[in-house]
Structure formats: structure tokens, C-alpha cells
């Protein structure tokens, strides 16, 4: 859980206290697809330039989201599940924190992501990736979520939370003594 009060964190289910929260899912079907076995997904995680290029893509959409004020197209592209319970006017909404810090997602497409967890199949069968782009002096962290839906993966809950470098890279270990 990212606790920066400038983080816009969105996974179904996931409610954080004052960060914007984007819910693919109904409450009660949260609760409900909670209580059914999760389904394996018939598709493997993706390769490495498969990854980059989701997560790419779904900053690219945010930022251009967050310059024009319209968010139809990142809704458009997807899961359904996700525009079910996020119309245009509430990513808007969800979004004005981010749009208003003037974080310019668009540097982290001249990056490689750097990951905290492996990006892995997760119960439900979604995609999850979970990492920071390290820019200086702003990270961007991200927790992504993605599902399998026509035959590609589509965006089903995103958390974009811009930090201070030192926060996202890990404590380099103590020299050894001898």
C-alpha cells in the first residue's frame, strides 16, 4: 500500500484512505468473485518488451488523459469490467489529483521499469505489475493490474503514485568488515 498522499492507487477490492481509488468491480462482486475459486489464466505472464510496452502504453494514455481532461479513451481502452464502473466524468474525478501535481508521466517512456514484485498471474486471473520508472527527482511508482479480454490484456486497475527517488530504490547494503 502506497501511503504518499499523492498517490492515485486503484485495485479492485483495494480502498485507500485519500487517494483517488478506480474499482473494476462492484463491492458485492468483489466479494463475490473473493468467495469463488479464482480462475487459472490460460495465458502466461508476457516477455520482458511485452511488459514495458503495457505499462507504457497505460502512462502514455494516463498523461495524455491528464493534459486534455479527457478520459474516454483510457476508459475505452479497457477491461469491461473497468469502464462498467468508471465513466469518463468519474476518471476525471479520481484523476484531478494527479492532473493537478503536474506530474509528467511521459518520462517514463524513456525508461526501462524497474521492478518491486514480479510481475505475475494473480488469483482471478489477472496480470499484476508493480514497479517504479527512476526518474529523477520524481519516480513514478505503479501497481497495475490487467485482463486477459479479446485475445490481449486490458487495463483493469491502475495506481500511479509520483515519489521522491530515494523512496522507491532500495538501501544499497552496508560494506562488509573484515
Same mark, same amino acid.
Do not use: K
Given at each position: 500500500m502506497v501511503s504518499n498522499s499523492r498517490s492515485f492507487r486503484a485495485l479492485p477490492g483495494l480502498i485507500a484512505?485519500?487517494?483517488?481509488?478506480?474499482?473494476?468491480?462492484?463491492?458485492?462482486?468483489?466479494?463475490?468473485?473473493?468467495?469463488?475459486?479464482p480462475p487459472?489464466?490460460?495465458?502466461p505472464v508476457p516477455g520482458e518488451l511485452d511488459l514495458s510496452k503495457l505499462i507504457w502504453t497505460t502512462l502514455a494514455a494516463v498523461d495524455h488523459a491528464n493534459q486534455s481532461?479527457?478520459?474516454?479513451?483510457?476508459?475505452?481502452?479497457?477491461?469491461?469490467?473497468?469502464?462498467?464502473a468508471n465513466d469518463?466524468?468519474?476518471? %476525471?474525478?479520481?484523476?484531478?489529483?494527479?492532473?493537478?501535481?503536474? %506530474?509528467d508521466l511521459s518520462n517514463a517512456l524513456l525508461l526501462?521499469? %524497474?521492478?518491486?514484485?514480479?510481475?505475475?498471474?494473480?488469483?482471478g486471473g489477472l496480470l499484476r505489475l508493480q514497479g517504479f520508472f527512476g526518474l529523477r527527482p520524481t519516480a513514478i511508482a505503479f501497481d497495475l493490474s490487467?485482463?486477459?479480454?479479446?485475445?490481449?490484456?486490458?487495463?483493469?486497475?491502475?495506481?500511479?503514485?509520483?515519489?521522491?527517488?530515494?523512496?522507491?530504490?532500495?538501501?544499497?547494503?552496508?560494506?562488509?568488515r573484515r
Open positions: 484512505p485519500a487517494v483517488a481509488v478506480l474499482l473494476a468491480l462492484s463491492p458485492a462482486a468483489t466479494l463475490a468473485q473473493a468467495a469463488a475459486p487459472a489464466s490460460a495465458q481532461g479527457n478520459y474516454s479513451v483510457l476508459r475505452d481502452l479497457s477491461a469491461p469490467s473497468f469502464q462498467a469518463a466524468a468519474r476518471l %476525471t474525478q479520481i484523476f484531478a489529483g494527479l492532473r493537478s501535481s503536474g %506530474t526501462g521499469p %524497474t521492478w518491486t514484485a514480479a510481475p505475475a498471474i494473480v488469483p490487467y485482463q486477459w479480454v479479446g485475445g490481449r490484456w486490458r487495463l483493469y486497475g491502475v495506481g500511479i503514485s509520483p515519489r521522491p527517488i530515494a523512496a522507491v530504490q532500495p538501501e544499497a547494503p552496508a560494506p562488509r
